[in-house]
């Protein structure tokens, strides 16, 4: 190094140089203005991101807005014996709430201890969990250490919609508030209730929300009942309910629980003989076992889908919903229902309504079919079973075919056929669904008539495949042939129009208003001068169709309305312009536009049964909202329809009916049975209702498609097995039969005459007892054995009949006793109390047709 004295010279000079001092002026200068613009910046954005947090804080709600409980729970349906039936549930509301006092302090603190093990010393912001988060992040680069209390997390949840944020600056404003929250919540809530709404809240796999859902369906028990085991197993799911799904990753979840029980030894929590139990527990072994017996879906019953049609219009009318929020209400509102029916009811009309033994042995089945086809030019068609049916009827001929067929087989062959002749080359299928249904099919249902209350629905026979399916018992309607004529004439004509089941009316031929001749089901021959209580127990339909002519349709109509049928027309214009209406004289046999449901005519039936008194069916007594109040509540609705002397006088004639009508087979064991057959004129349908003093009951039978049946018979011999079984499984051993009231009196009938006996003349054997409503006991006697009318001073009820018993002298003398032409004459081959009589043969077998048609 050179330090010389000229060398020190030039040094100095250049140090003293202006142009030196001006470029170090500059560079101290431009530094302070850095520093200087640096300080601003960072002021600027300190003040700027403090103004803007704040304005974060001030647009979040405010913590007394805020709900933290959980909204979706799945309602549960419940039966007369409060059990549980079934859960109605949709997506996001499978969840069940319990308290924290029903929830173990073992399932609390396997979440405490994973989740957030310092819940009871932070103030709702754990800064030890962040820091620790952070480090652990920075040092070993795993993310997975979150850093959100249960408190945040309950808000994220149920604040927050579950976090779903679409950018980063909704993720920061989510979090700024969910923390602001987080502080001012504990400061106003217990921790109790946060931790009991975080465990009612958490999504715990397998579409179970809180840990009440989450219990019952891996380990079938109350969330009571749960131990240390398989408490861990549950809270080692929700850190990510896909991964650590017991069922379906035990392996994965095995880990987890681990870490679950290492905490909650570490913090205190479990003893280290209960880590130990806990750890050698097989606890996946009864999950699998659990899971095998839950994974099967089950569809709704027919008596849980016709529950749900009332619930949802009761809902609207009642509460002024709409749709859309009785749906929600209904399946995410966490409501109980408390239902009618009757478990042990309900399990016998299962059972025997899908027992092949009580239906002919030949089987048939109908199919449901669908197909799509995309072509090679784009187009799609879409094909359906009426396809199959116009291909085979109208391109190929066959009159004779119809979608019933004798096996799947036989269906699969015609699906196959039609397949190939639209099939192309190049065409794409885009996929295809076929379901076959047993035919014939059934519908039956129970009531109790003096509450209403409906204690079974079966809809159809055969496996069930899904909810809210064609319910035969309440969505189809059906002709009911002449089960319609107690309703729409006997019913009418005894209330108020005067006749008698002791009036006489002339089976003889016949044509209604449209010059139609009117036959008896039993072919084209005629008894003559009936009683009332002849054509309700034979069922004939001359007699039925003149006294409707007599005391009009529009009466009969009107009776029917009563009766609580909601499918008749009074007037409607079709589509081709013609106008149908109910009101005519083919509603005494049964001949209306539409049809009526299974359970509308039992109603109608139970009226009968209860005096006269009409009670629209109850599926449910009453609705209560999740937090027990009660939402709906089911009182029925009744009015009287006929006077209980009219009911009565019915019953007693329609126990003629399976006594020694045509509805022998339905007799039960020990008990009195009151009832109506019907048949509808083609074979198509086949009813019975009838009621015992306990019950009522109607069971439907038929193909879908309308089509003939072979065999008229076997549905009441399978209403008197189900009523017989529920006599016995519900201990109606008495028989009380049914009172007769006080407005019902019997007076001795001659046959001969059908007049009033004349004591020691008439004879016995001419004589019968008859029952009438009080002041209409005919008042003129015998004047056929005493040879000249007489009056009955000394009766009481006495009076003039209205329906003109008198008018039909003509053909007393043919009346007589003797006379093989009489109804009521025990040797005439149609009185079905003479055993030649082939209405009377209790024909026990549904493969052999039975002649007792209607």
Known sequence: MNFSYDKSVEKRKSLNSSSRKLTTKFCVNSFKFIIFFVVAVVITVAFGGFGMIHGIIDSSPSVDDINIAPSGYSTTVYDCEENPVTKLVQSGSNRESVTIDDIPKCLQYAFIDIEDERFY????????????????????????QG????????????????????????????????????????????????????????????????????SKRYFNKDVSEINLSEASVIAAITQNPYKYNPVSYPEKNAERRKKVLDNMLANGHITQDEYTDAINDDVYSRIQTINVNTSVSNPYSYFVDALIDDILEDLQEQKGYTRTQAYNALYSGGLSIYTTQDPAIQTICDEECNNP?????????????????????????????ADIEYFNKTLLGDSNFNLTFSSPEE??????????????????????NILYTLQPQVSFTVMDQKTGYVKAIVGGRGEKTASLTLNRATDTMRQPGSCFKVLSTYAPALDTAGYTLASLVDDSPFYDVNGRKVSNWWGDSYRGPSTVRAGIRDSMNVVTSKIITDITPQLGFEYLEKFGFTTLITEKTLENGSVVSDIGQALALGGITYGVTNLELCAAYASIANNGVYTKPVLYTKVLDHKGRILLENTPETHSVIKDSTAWLLTSAMEDVVKSGTGTLCRVPNMT??????????????????????????????????????????????????????????????????????????AQICSSSNKLAIDGVCGSSNVRTEYFSKGTVPSDQCNVHSGS????????????????????????DDNSGDNPDNPDNPDNPDNPENPENPENSNNDNPDVPNDNQE
């Open 673 to 746: 049975v009151s009832g109506k057959t019907g048949t509808t004129s083609d074979d198509n349908d086949i009813w019975f209702s009838g009621y015992t003093p306990y019950l009522t009951a109607t069971i439907w039978s038929g193909f879908d498609n309308n089509q003939k049946l072979s065999n008229t018979a076997y549905h009441e011999t399978l209403w008197s097995k189900i009523v017989t079984r529920i006599d016995e499984v519900k201990g109606y051993t008495e028989d009380p039969g049914f009172p007769m009231p006080d407005s019902v009196v019997t």
């Open 789 to 812: 009318p007489k009056s009955h001073e000394d009766n009481p009820d006495a009076e003039e009949n209205e329906n003109g018993e008198d008018g039909n002298e003509e053909n007393q």
């Open 147 to 214: 850093a959100s209390t249960l408190t945040q997390q309950l808000l994220k949840n149920n604040v927050f919609n579950g976090g779903n944020e679409s950018s980063l600056g909704e993720l920061f404003k989510r979090k700024f508030q969910e923390q602001y929250l987080a502080l001012e919540l504990e400061k106003a809530t217990r921790k109790s209730y946060i931790l009991e709404s975080y465990l009612n809240t958490i999504n715990l796999g397998q579409n179970c929300l809180g840990v009440q859902s989450a």
């Open 121 to 144: 010393e932070h103030n709702g912001i754990d800064l030890k969990g962040i820091i620790r988060a952070g480090f652990i992040a920075i040092t070993t680069r795993e993310f997975s």
């Open 357 to 385: 033994d009580n239906y002919p042995s030949r089987v048939y089945y109908s199919i449901n079919w669908a197909w799509s086809v995309q072509h090679s030019d784009g187009t799609v068609n879409n094909y359906s079973e």
């Open 411 to 432: 269906a699969n062959a015609y699906v196959a056929a039609f397949k190939a002749e639209y099939w192309n080359e190049g065409d794409t299928d885009l996929g295809e």
